[in-house]
Structures are given as C-alpha cells and as structure tokens.
C-alpha cells in the first residue's frame, strides 16, 4: 500500500510538473505573440512616419498617410499629415506666386526695356529740338535786331520825307510868291505900256504943234521925234515883257500845280513812311516779344530734355531692377520646384516671356533665397 500510494503520489507530481511546463510553455507564447503584435503595432506606424519625413525631406508633399488608433503614435502620424497638407498648401501658394511674380517681372522688364527704349528716342528728339528752338531763337533774335533796324531806318525815312514835305511845301510858296510877282510886274509893265502910249500921243501932239510952228518949232520937233521913237521903244519893249510875262505866268501855275501835287505825294509818302515806320515798329516790338518767347520755350526744352534724360536713367535702373526681380524669380520657382504637391508634376514651372535685358543691369543677391529655401 504504501508503495502504490508512493507511485500514485509520483505520477501526480509528474502530471502536475508536465501541467505547470505546458501552461508555461502557453504562457511563454501568448507573451511571445502579445509582444510580436505590440512591436509590430509600435513599429509599423513609426515606420510610417519615418517613410513620410524621408518623402517630405525629398519634396515629396503628394503622399497621403492613412492614421488609425488614437496612440501616441498616431497622434505623430496625424501631426505630421496636418504638418504635411499645411507644408503642402503653403508651397503651392508660393510656388503659385513666385511663378506669377516671374511672370509679372518678365512683363514688367519688358515693358520697361521699351519704356526705356522709348524714353531715349523722346530724349534724342528732344535734344534735337533743343537744337532747333537754339537755332530759331538765334534767328529770331536776329530778326529782331533786323526789325530794330528797319524801323529805325523807317523812322528816318519818315524824317526825311517830312522834311521833303516841307521843302515842297516851301517851293510851293515860293512859286506862289513869284507868280504872285510876276502878277504885279504884269501890271507893272500894263501901267509902263500905258505910260509909253500916252508919251506917243504927246509926242504925236508935239510934232503936230512944232509943225505949226514951222522954223522955231523944228528942234522941238526932233526932240519929239525922238521922245516918239523912245515911247514906241518902250511899249514894244512893254509888250514884249508882258508876253515873257504871260507865257511865265502859264509855266508858273503850271509849276505851281506840279508843286501843289507834289507837296500831295509827299504827303502820302510821310503817311505810308509814318505807317510804315508804325507796322516796323510793332513788328520789332512783336519780334523781341517772340524771341523772348522762343528763349523761354528753349529753356523749357532743355529742361524738358534733362528731365526726359533722368527719366530715361531712372527707366534703366527700372528696367535693371525688373530683369532682377525676374531673374529671382525664377531662382524662386526653380527652389519650389523641387516639392512634388498634389496637382503638381515634380518640375512644373511656368516659363516667363523671357524680355530683352537692358543695357546696364545691377543684378541683386538671389543666392540669398536660395540659402532660406535650403535652410528651410
């Protein structure tokens, strides 16, 4: 009995020690099992997340990540989706502006360059017709002095011509004077005539008586003989100057009515001189005034050219300063480019109108974009 209870009590131990090893045996692979699937569960979304940073450090802002859990895993998971859809928009709104910047600047440098284009040929052509108003105001300025100076002569001739007038005027008095003269010789020579007639007839009235005398009257009768002759004589020599003094009277009025039209002309001479010399002296008035305008139009011109030659400076630097903000960017979009969105392939980029460079350029420091993309 004792022995049987001996090999009963040995096979329960055994049974019990092959009973303990095989729930530990269970025990050790429910463990082995819970901790393959806790590794795995940890693991697995850390891989995840590790995948998603490694494609959002290489530009890759397109993929999606699918979070489950509400761990502290999937928390990081959900962090960083959040961060990549906002890093995502953020680089499509900037890749967006810096293409429409670059494609603003590529418009603006080259409207610009044809500003400055045009700015130039309005300068040249300013510049030549600030050569032109110098030359019209040299020649209106000389005009000037040439108006000056008719009218100076003008007013000479005026002088000279109211003198002439009243020379002429003189003449006709004068010629007045002498046919007034000659009007009283005529009646002069008129009362000699009679005179001598008269004497005629006391001669004839003498010869007769001394015939009547007979001898004693005989010298008396040649004294009145002679006294005849020298009273004939003299009214020949009375007619004789009365017809000198009637063809000189015709000659003097004619003279007299030369010299009356003539003191008429002079007198429209000194008015035409007078209104020459007024028409000059406004015209010489009007053409200082006028090349006082010229002058100060020149002076306008040339001040319109030097602001028309600053204009065109500060239209290059313009013009440099666009090709400057072109050339950045487009650094800009080329950095940008390296992120891959949504939408977007990975080297999308909108070419700008490419414009004509300027003559002078200052380029600016477009590395330094460059070195806040990397940094970033």
């Not at 891989?47 to 998603?52: H, N, T, W």
């Not at 004693?216 to 004294?223: D, K, L, N, P, T």
Request: glycine share 6%; aromatic share 2%.
């Amino acid at each position: 009995m004792k022995e049987r209870a001996i090999a009963t009590a040995e096979r329960e131990r055994q049974y019990v020690i092959w009973a303990c090893m095989g729930i530990a045996l269970v025990v050790a692979l429910s463990v082995l099992a819970l901790s393959s699937l806790l590794v795995r569960s940890i693991t697995r979304p850390l891989a995840g997340a590790v995948e998603l940073a490694d494609a959002i450090a290489a530009g890759d802002l397109s993929r999606s990540i699918e979070v489950r859990g509400k761990d502290e895993c999937a928390r990081l998971l959900q962090s960083l989706s959040h961060m990549q859809a906002s890093l995502s928009e953020i680089v499509s709104e900037v890749r967006n502006s810096a293409e429409s910047v670059s494609v603003a600047s590529g418009q603006i440098s080259q409207g610009t360059h044809d500003l400055s284009s045009r700015t130039e040929e309005q300068a040249s052509a300013l510049q030549e017709t600030a050569a032109a108003m110098e030359e019209l105001s040299s020649t209106v300025s000389l005009n000037a002095d040439n108006a000056q100076q008719a009218n100076q002569v003008a007013v000479d001739v005026r002088n000279i011509a109211v003198q002439g007038n009243e020379v002429v005027h003189e003449m006709v008095t004068t010629i007045q004077d002498i046919s007034e003269s000659g009007r009283k010789v005529a009646d002069i020579i008129s009362v000699i005539d009679g005179i001598a007639f008269q004497t005629n007839i006391l001669a004839l009235n003498a010869a007769v008586e001394a015939a009547r005398a007979g001898g004693q009257g005989r010298g008396f009768a040649v004294v009145a003989g002679e006294v005849r002759n020298l009273a004939q004589r003299a009214g020949n020599a009375a007619k004789d100057i009365q017809e000198l003094i009637t063809l000189n009277s015709g000659s003097v009025e004619k003279g007299v009515t030369l010299a009356g039209k003539a003191g008429e002309v002079m007198e429209d001479v000194v008015k035409a001189a007078s209104r020459s010399s007024d028409l000059l002296e406004e015209i010489s008035l009007a053409s200082t005034e006028q090349s006082k305008g010229v002058s100060q139009i020149g002076v306008a011109v040339t001040q319109m050219e030097k602001t028309t030659q600053q204009n065109a400076t500060l239209v290059e630097e313009s013009a440099s300063a666009a090709e400057s903000l072109r050339e950045q960017a487009e650094h800009l979009v080329s950095a940008v480019s390296v992120f891959r969105v949504s939408g977007h392939s990975a080297q999308s980029q909108v070419k700008p109108e490419q414009a004509k460079a300027p003559r002078t350029t200052s380029p600016a420091n477009p590395a330094s974009t460059d070195n806040e993309w990397e940094s970033f």
